[in-house]
């Protein structure tokens, strides 16, 4: 059953294939999304948070569950807990996907320099929009 796959919905440095594939991981079916009604917040990591005009992209791919309990295992994300979004994607439709985000969101305060260059680069990598890659700092 754990072999079952499920999309998921990554807006942060997990965008990154080679990330995935280097934990063992093997993503696959990987597109650009975005999913409206949500802002990007970044602290120490990325998080979402409630905004009805907001717009937040990332990359949708297939992992399995047995791949998503394994990759939210490691005690550096174990504080994010799965909630359903509906993903736009860039090829067109929608999909029903999970995202992994912080019950409770850095505050607005909080800065990570480190990690927002590096999440910049990753959504460089990916392709995301110039517009919104510029705005992650």
């Known amino acids: 059953m754990n072999s079952r796959r499920v999309e998921v919905f990554f807006y942060g440095l ?4 080679e990330i995935l594939n280097n934990k063992g991981l093997s993503p696959q079916n990987a597109e ?7 802002a990007l917040r ?6 979402l948070v409630p905004d009805e005009r907001g717009k937040v992209y990332g990359i949708v791919t ?10 939210y295992s490691d005690p550096t994300v174990q504080a994010y807990r799965p909630q359903a979004v509906l993903a ?3 090829s067109g ?11 409770e969101p850095p505050l607005p305060s909080e800065r990570n320099p480190d990690y927002a260059a590096k999440l910049r680069a ?7 929009p110039r517009e919104y890659v510029d705005q992650l700092k």
């Not at 650009?32 to 949500?38: E, H, K, N, P, R």
């Not at 970044?42 to 998080?47: M, N, T």
């Open 122 to 128: 990753v959504a460089e990598k990916v392709g995301l």
């Open 14 to 17: 997990f965008m990154d294939q």
């Open 88 to 90: 736009r994607l860039a």
């Open 62 to 71: 297939s992992l399995t569950l047995e791949e998503v309990e394994q990759l």
């Open 93 to 103: 439709g929608q999909v029903a996907a999970l995202c992994y985000n912080l019950r």
């Open 32 to 38: 650009i999304a975005y999913v409206s009604g949500l």
């Open 42 to 47: 970044i602290g120490q990591r990325a998080a």
